[in-house]
């Protein structure tokens, strides 16, 4: 089946300006997360989102950054007043918890604020 | 006590040679040991996993070595290939209750022709 969907796939936008990214989870996967690659640099951790279970927000680096995920499906990664070092790529992830299944990925979305 | 060390941060090897990443981590609950490859453009994507109660996992040409009293985790590429070249990560997770996955800072492998 089709795989993690991520759009736009790159955003430039100003700073101050608010920006939505949206991701399209794998069918059937309850387990949906965010993470923020900076160039060069690992995976950052931002949220996780599992079933109806309260989300882990411990990774969001300030209340500027928040996400929700509407009926168990899409998710939408909110950044308010955008600042030059938010720019990274976002990536988002889901996966089944049925075993030691692994995350399926996204393509990501480039992020440049300028 | 949540990181996931990884080194070397580049690593440049001939074709046919061994490449050799390793990984050490701090907590003892960590039940999951995935590595990921990523090239350029592309989310990562799940290469080989194990978890902690055998030392040795091989598929193909990739083999994870894991040292529970060490606490330390490798990814060899044996015959590496150009085709190798992508930047990898080790990743560690708590398979019961959160899930979260942490990941490395991530090893950008170039295998030259």
């Known amino acids: 089946g089709a795989g993690v969907s991520q759009s736009p796939s790159n955003k430039v936008t100003e700073k101050g300006k608010d920006v939505e990214l949206r991701c399209d989870p794998i069918?059937?996967?309850?387990?949906l997360y965010w993470y923020r690659q900076s160039l060069g640099q690992g995976l950052e951790f931002l949220i996780y989102?599992?079933?109806?279970?309260?989300?882990?927000k411990s990774g969001l680096p300030s209340d500027r950054f928040s996400a929700e995920r509407t009926g168990g499906s899409v998710s939408t990664l909110t950044i308010q007043r955008t600042q030059q070092e938010d720019s990274a790529v976002y990536l988002c992830?889901?996966?089944?918890?049925?075993?030691?299944?692994?995350?399926?990925f996204g393509n990501g979305t480039r992020l440049t604020v300028t | 006590q949540q990181q996931v060390k990884q080194s070397p941060q580049s690593l440049i090897v001939q074709k046919g040679g061994i490449s050799i990443i390793n990984c050490a981590y701090e907590?003892?609950?960590?039940?999951?040991f995935p590595w990921y490859q990523q090239f350029p453009g592309k989310g990562p994507a799940l290469l080989i996993a194990?978890?902690?109660?055998?030392s040795e996992k091989k598929e193909g040409r990739f083999t994870i070595s894991f040292n529970k009293s060490a606490k330390q985790f490798s990814l060899h590429i044996m015959d590496s290939q150009p085709g190798d070249s992508a930047t990898y990560f080790c990743?560690?997770?708590?398979?019961?209750?959160?899930?979260?996955?942490?990941f490395g800072a991530g090893t950008r492998l170039f295998v030259k022709a």
């Open positions: 992830a889901s996966r089944s918890l049925l075993g030691n299944s692994p995350l399926h």
């Open positions: 069918s059937g996967h309850t387990a």
């Open positions: 989102f599992q079933g109806n279970s309260a989300p882990d």
């Open positions: 907590n003892t609950a960590f039940d999951y």
């Open positions: 194990i978890r902690p109660d055998v």
């Open positions: 990743a560690a997770s708590v398979n019961t209750g959160g899930f979260k996955t942490i």
